[in-house]
T-cell receptor
Framework: DAGVIQSPRHEVTEMGQEVTLRCKPISGHNSLFWYRQTMMRGLELLIYFNNNVPIDDSGMPEDRFSAKMPNASFSTLKIQPSEPRDSAVYFC???????????FGDGTRLSIL | TQLLEQSPQFLSIQEGENLTVYCNSSSVFSSLQWYRQEPGEGPVLLVTVVTGGEVKKLKRLTFQFGDARKDSSLHITAAQPGDTGLYLCAGAYSGAGSYQLTFGKGTKLSVIP
């Protein structure tokens, strides 16, 4: 069975550029989560979607960050403009329902120069 | 903001040794999950504990949930190099949104052959 698929796996870009991260959740899962992981802060929840609707975006650090889920099989996390402090590993996770176990993708390692 | 502390932060042991890592909070969890994360991959769920005092075993791994549901431990017997990784605990807190998991920063375990 295909797990959560994220792309790209690695992204290196200069500050000020737009960055788009992509996620395909596991088919049939109706909850989707975007996380950011750094050494200093660990795993932090950025935004949570349920049935394609954003429920909680309180973790989104700034207006430079936005996320969409146009359908049940695709979500994007966009950073515009990017800054060096956005460098981190970004994970997408999905689950059957909000309170169930979360299945993580392998992440996108983002480096902003 | 709920805080979830994991200890130790780093642990390096010889193959065959036993070890215990801890996860503590000042607040009560409604449930707690343990994940293992290997380099370049996303966290993978190991176990979920729900009931105070609960003990679950997964081969050489033993998970215990504190009676008061504020702490948990993971004990590994006869550690193997394949156990190397970052062990994360994640708690769902009573009163928080059912989707919300607060992650600890993890214990980075290295098992030396």
């Amino acid at each position: 069975d295909a797990g959560v698929i994220q792309s790209p796996r690695h992204e290196v870009t200069e500050m000020g550029q737009e960055v788009t991260l992509r996620c395909k959740p596991i088919s049939g899962h109706n909850s989707l989560f975007w996380y950011r992981q750094t050494m200093m802060r660990g795993l932090e929840l950025l935004i949570y979607f349920n049935n394609n609707v954003p429920i909680d975006d309180s973790g989104m650090p700034e207006d430079r960050f936005s996320a969409k889920m146009p359908n049940a099989s695709f979500s994007t996390l966009k950073i515009q403009p990017s800054e060096p402090r956005d460098s981190a590993v970004y994970f997408c996770a999905s689950s059957l329902s909000a309170a169930r176990a979360q299945h993580f993708g392998d992440g996108t390692r983002l480096s902003i120069l | 903001t709920q805080l979830l502390e994991q200890s130790p932060q780093f642990l390096s042991i010889q193959e065959g040794e036993n070890l215990t890592v801890y996860c503590n909070s000042s607040s009560v969890f409604s449930s707690l999950q343990w994940y293992r994360q290997e380099p370049g991959e996303g966290p993978v769920l190991l176990v979920t504990v729900v009931t105070g005092g609960e003990v679950k075993k997964l081969k050489r791994l033993t998970f215990q949930f504190g009676d008061a549901r504020k702490d948990s431990s993971l004990h590994i017997t006869a550690a193997q190099p394949g156990d190397t990784g970052l062990y994360l605990c994640a708690g769902a807190y009573s009163g928080a949104g059912s989707y919300q998991l607060t992650f600890g920063k993890g214990t980075k375990l290295s098992v030396i052959p």
